[in-house]
């Protein structure tokens, strides 16, 4: 394992299902298991449900009279809206208008932030817009964060949690899981109605063996990190900096994407004053350079991150992440593409790890409407 600042609770639990505790974030995280291949994992969480440790995530608490004041400048949402146990999904800019991080934002309380960050800068530039201002940035690793995800999360949890089944999407509660305190989130990074589950260090094992234990006749399955990727690619979730041009830089220019080529614009809520990079966010439209968009390839073998895609005799774009899923017996890729190709049907050739034909196609292909991830009851 390489070497990691932050200690995931669950590590042993992770080593005796056969991970080598891969660094991500600063964390050893379990990217693979031994134990469970990725496509058992993929068909648990997409039939049954299954649960991560995604502790990896950054969990830092903004608290204080200017709390709000400081999301408001800095992220693209309208914190206003937000009351406490409702969240929403949020990116973050920078002063070129072009994308530096996105977080999940929970308000806690009338001053009282939680704010969720990946592995971008948001967290950093935060901690520097705060000083001076009457906020208090509480970085939490104790805070672990487990992630039941799938169909059968909400029945499992409904024997356990009074009221779970009328949690709203991007809602949280405050309540006790097998007796211990947890705040539990309905949200997730998977395409399906899933749930992730805080809880302080300490209790993580007892919460984490729990589930698996007592989810064994709903089929409740322990999945590694990477079955992300899979889920990500059918329900059009993109991954810092994986999907970036931090990744897959410019030949003649910085990197930095906007928004309006990521399809993160819908973040900029339509109430929306001013905040950091807005007015340059706004001029950029309609100049995109590229537009992140699938890719249906024949066959039965997945893509690799890196393959290129070609039309008219040239290279048109770059895989990021693809998978082959035997539930849909599809082979599908997440792409950077040029824009006049960008169309669902286009015809594309892939290059690289394999050699095969394709086609652009419209994302999410799994659930395209979403209903999964809103259903009620």
């Known amino acids: 394992m390489a070497n990691s600042w932050r200690i995931s609770a669950l590590a042993d639990r992770h080593r005796a299902l056969g991970s080598k505790l891969e660094d ?30 995604v502790s990896g995530l950054r969990k830092v608490h903004y608290v204080g009279p200017h709390a709000e004041s400081l999301l408001e400048y800095a992220t693209s949402r309208d914190i206003s809206k937000l009351y406490p146990g409702k969240s929403v999904y949020a990116t973050m800019l920078n002063e070129a208008g072009l994308f530096v991080d996105d977080c999940v934002i929970y308000r806690t309380g009338p001053n009282a932030f939680m704010v969720v960050h990946g592995a971008g800068n948001g967290y950093e530039m935060l901690t520097r817009q705060s000083e001076g201002r009457q906020v208090a940035v509480l970085y939490d690793d104790d805070l672990h964060d487990l992630s039941l995800q799938g169909p059968a999360a909400v029945d499992f949890l409904a024997e356990h949690v009074p009221g779970i089944r009328e949690l709203p999407y991007f809602h949280h509660i405050q309540t006790k899981l097998f007796g211990l305190p947890v705040m539990i989130s309905r949200t997730g990074y998977t395409g399906e109605r899933g749930y992730e589950i805080f809880c302080k260090a300490a209790d993580a094992p007892v919460i984490w063996d729990s589930i698996l234990e007592l989810g064994k006749p709903f089929g409740i399955t322990p999945c590694a990190f990477l079955t992300l990727d899979w889920l990500r690619v059918e329900s059009h979730l993109l991954f810092f900096p994986y999907d970036n041009s931090e990744m897959y830089p410019f030949a003649d220019q910085p990197t930095g994407d906007t928004l309006w080529e990521l399809g993160l614009d819908f973040t900029v809520s339509p109430t929306k004053g001013e ?103």
């Open 24 to 53: 991500w974030n600063g964390m050893g995280t379990a990217w693979t298991y031994e134990a469970v291949s990725l496509a058992d994992a993929h068909e648990a969480i997409r039939t049954k449900a299954g649960l991560m440790d």
């Open 275 to 377: 905040f950091r990079g807005g007015a340059e966010h706004r001029r950029l439209k309609g100049r995109e350079r590229f537009k992140i968009f699938g890719v249906l390839l024949d066959g039965q073998q997945a893509a690799k991150e890196g393959d290129t895609l070609w039309a008219d005799g040239k290279q048109v774009g770059v895989i990021t992440c693809a998978m082959y899923s035997r539930l849909s017996e599809r082979s599908m890729a997440i792409a950077r593409m040029e824009v006049p190709y960008a169309e669902q049907g286009t015809p594309l050739e892939v290059k690289g790890s394999l050699e095969a034909k394709a086609i652009a196609h419209t994302m999410p292909f799994d659930d395209p409407e979403k209903k999964k991830r809103t259903a009620k009851g």
